[in-house]
Nanobody, 125 residues
Framework: VQLQASGGGLVQGGDSLRLSCVAS????????LAWFRHAPEKEREFVAG????????YYADSVKGRFTCSRDNVKKTLYLQISSLTPEDTAVYYC???????????????????WGQGTLVTVSS
């Protein structure tokens, strides 16, 4: 499985942005997919994800209400719509995929085998 993230850039506070992650592979619909972010001097953190077995979307508490994660199984693409951006959202955003993780592991980066290269989001104040 190969993942290619895109959509990052330099934006102003309050702006919106949509990140995309295109995946290869024939069984995309069976992947659990997630977005993580890694901000300077911070640990990589779970942002949002869609669990394959129940198709539910899960969010970190810090982004609920501003981030919307979705997937298009026909286009084999994962999306992250971000609104009301703040400088605290500045980070490299990574998409990740797993074919076998359990729900309790969904927020753990170590549970994901496949990773995209990351796309940088920089928010100016």
């Amino acid at each position: 499985v190969q993942l290619q993230a895109s959509g990052g850039g330099l934006v102003q506070g309050g702006d919106s942005l949509r990140l995309s992650c295109v995946a290869s592979g024939d069984t995309f619909s069976s992947y659990t997919l997630a977005w993580f972010r890694h901000a300077p001097e911070k640990e990589r953190e779970f942002v949002a994800g869609i669990y394959s077995r129940n198709s539910r979307t899960y969010y970190a508490d810090s982004v609920k209400g501003r981030f919307t994660c979705s997937r298009d199984n026909v286009k084999k693409t994962l999306y992250l719509q971000i609104s009301s951006l703040t400088p605290e959202d500045t980070a490299v955003y990574y998409c990740a995929a797993s074919t076998s993780l359990i729900l309790s592991s969904m927020r753990r980066s170590a549970a994901y085998r496949y990773w995209g290269q990351g796309t940088l989001v920089t928010v100016s104040s």
